[in-house]
């Protein structure tokens, strides 16, 4: 299977962040858009692409469930073959798409994961955690989540006996999609600027 990508910034860019998309929305929702044109103006090559099942909306417009996980696992590992040049891959994405990189990143041997709101457990099932993988990864993880998010509280992920390899960047105020409230004086624009920037820091400073 030939995976379709969008890309931007500088083609010879010395490392590529791959981004995948969350579970209900495309690779260019105003969200991974931002976030794409703010690391490409960083001078990281950006790939984005689709699940399968996403990539089928596209085409027919009808909207589906995810593919199971482990077809979007062999997905990933798709998409880093046709991307090559591990050392200088980091793979991650919006919460479903960076909870596929993380789960199989030690896997695939690239040089780090970012992910963009991780789905710790579903909203209002604090039981149902989605970190076992989390607690033994080797691969260098940042996660960049809201310290609103409905995915995971800060009291909670503080508990969760998270892997030395993996580092948490707190967005102030942000819900799942680090937008902030009015009264926060915070603004999504200002959070997503500082998730960027968290992001440059973490990629410069791994491996």
């Not at 479903?96 to 970012?114: F, K, Q």
């Not at 800060?154 to 508990?159: K, Q, S, Y």
Request: charged fraction near 20%; proline fraction near 7%; charge should be neutral.
């Amino acid at each position: 299977m030939t995976i379709d990508f969008v890309f931007d910034g500088p083609d010879d860019a010395r490392q590529t962040i791959v981004l995948a998309h969350g579970a209900g929305a495309p690779m260019d929702s105003p969200f991974m858009n931002e976030m794409a044109l703010g690391l490409a103006g960083c001078g990281y090559r950006v790939a984005r692409f689709e699940f399968p099942y996403m990539a089928k909306r596209r085409v027919d417009g009808k909207k589906r469930g995810p593919d199971r996980a482990p077809v979007l696992i062999e997905t990933y590992q798709q998409v880093v073959e046709q991307l090559g040049t591990l050392e200088n891959l980091v793979i991650g994405g919006k919460s479903m798409g960076g909870r596929i990189a993380s789960m199989a990143a030690d896997d695939l041997g690239v040089r780090g994961v970012v992910c963009l709101g991780y789905p710790f457990h579903p909203p209002g099932k604090p039981e149902n955690l989605r970190t076992a993988h989390l607690q033994k990864t080797k691969t260098p993880t940042l996660i960049c989540h809201g310290t609103r998010d409905p995915f995971g509280s800060p009291d909670e992920v503080a508990g969760y006996g998270l892997s030395d390899a993996v580092a948490v960047h707190w967005v102030s105020d942000g819900n799942h999609d680090f937008e902030p409230r009015k009264k926060s004086g915070h603004t999504q624009e200002g959070n997503i600027a500082g998730v960027v920037a968290a992001i440059d820091n973490f990629v410069k400073t791994t491996g």
